[in-house]
């Protein structure tokens, strides 16, 4: 970047915080005040900057634990607005318990927001976009070791100008942690002892068709993924997020092209998939009844959670609520301290720890041992 754009860049910055701290500061003292009858519209550039500030505020909230600090951004005064700070807040809230659960602490947030269209309709921006935003936490006892997760969302935002200054009135995405929000305390003293005892494991001879799905899953796994791919799905296959889901779909995917598994009556997809190519609950009845997986545990998290440790890349994991498995994801490897790690489409992940987001007491996981 040269001295130029990075002043410019730097001004643009310094005017988007002055922005929505003035708006803020304008809404409290004028809570019935309307959004501006006319305002100069934003380029490209400029709505592209604001979109990354937005989640650089909200990723330095998460690290410092501190859900007021993003207050500022949203106008709460309406409906719509509070609802997505009150979101945002309860978020947070649910990546604390769950790094006290799981003895870790998370030390960097890093979001790419690529806005896919914007619109303005009147003092209002509406803007479509991916954020795909990588983490790393460290285990306490061991802060030298880095670990490192991506997680992609797909957002539609609303920000609205107040006499020249800009909030967020609206926000809808595909939220990584919306099962997992009420915010029961996780920790107990023997999941912390099972946890803390358990070191890295080693997949360096796993058999070559767990490498390929690997593989695959890495490659095709959307917003998540690194950017070198585009962010984007295999574009032989469609996307069903705005239909129910992907999830199945992909490990389906990962299943077929890469761990050399045929197609069936039962399991295909032509030009469209079979029900056991995409629905989680039909995915795994066909894994399992079909003798292609086994059962290595069902339950709650304090039940499962030994054997986790026993998953391999490759592997899947498939999550059910309310007797019904309403997701499934792929064992892609483990952390410094042998945790399995996932990637799944949906809310798109990349080698995310398996529960992370799946915390509730009432979620039961299906372990299936895939024999490749």
Known sequence: MSLKEFVKKRLIFGLFLFSFVAASAFLA?????????????????????????????????????????????????????????????????????????????????????????????????????????????????????INTMRIGTYHEMVITNYDQNWLITREWYTDPFADSLD???LKTDEIEKIIMSQERRDFSSMHQSRRKAVEYADQYAGAAD???????????????NSVGGDCANFVSQVLFEAGGFKKTDTWNYAKDGSRAWLKSESLK????????????????????????????????????????????????????????????????????????????????????????
């Not at 990546?95 to 799981?102: F, G």
């Not at 690194?226 to 069903?240: I, L, R, T």
């Not at 042998?338 to 992370?356: F, S």
Request: with cysteine; glycine share 8%; hydrophobic share 30%.
């Open 226 to 240: 690194s950017g070198e791919n585009g962010y984007k799905y295999n574009p032989k296959y469609k996307n069903y």
């Open 29 to 145: 003292s004028d809570p019935d005040a309307e959004p501006a009858s006319s305002i100069s519209g934003l380029s490209d550039e400029e709505l592209e900057f604001f979109v990354e500030k937005i989640c650089d505020i909200r990723n330095d909230a998460i690290l410092k634990g501190d859900s007021d600090s993003i207050k500022e951004l949203y106008d709460t005064g309406k409906r719509n607005g509070l609802w997505a700070y009150e979101h945002e807040a309860k978020k947070m809230k649910y990546l604390a318990n769950w790094s006290e659960k799981q003895g870790v602490e998370f030390t960097a947030a890093d979001s790419e927001a690529v806005i896919k269209w914007s619109r303005q309709e009147g003092a209002s921006y509406i803007i479509n976009m991916l954020v795909s935003t990588t983490y790393n936490y460290i285990y306490k006892d061991r802060p030298d070791e």
């Open 285 to 372: 009845n066909f894994m399992l009844y079909s003798g292609r997986a086994s059962l290595i545990v069902y339950g709650n998290y304090g039940k499962v959670l030994a054997l986790s440790y026993k998953l391999l890349p490759g592997d899947i994991v498939a999550y059910e609520s309310k007797g019904k498995v309403k997701h499934v994801s792929l064992v892609t490897g483990c952390d410094s301290r042998g945790y399995a790690l996932v990637n799944c489409h949906n809310t798109d992940r990349y080698r995310v720890p398996w529960d992370l987001g799946w915390s509730n007491k009432s979620v039961r996981f299906y372990f299936l041992r895939v024999n490749y």
């Open 183 to 185: 915010l029961d305390s």
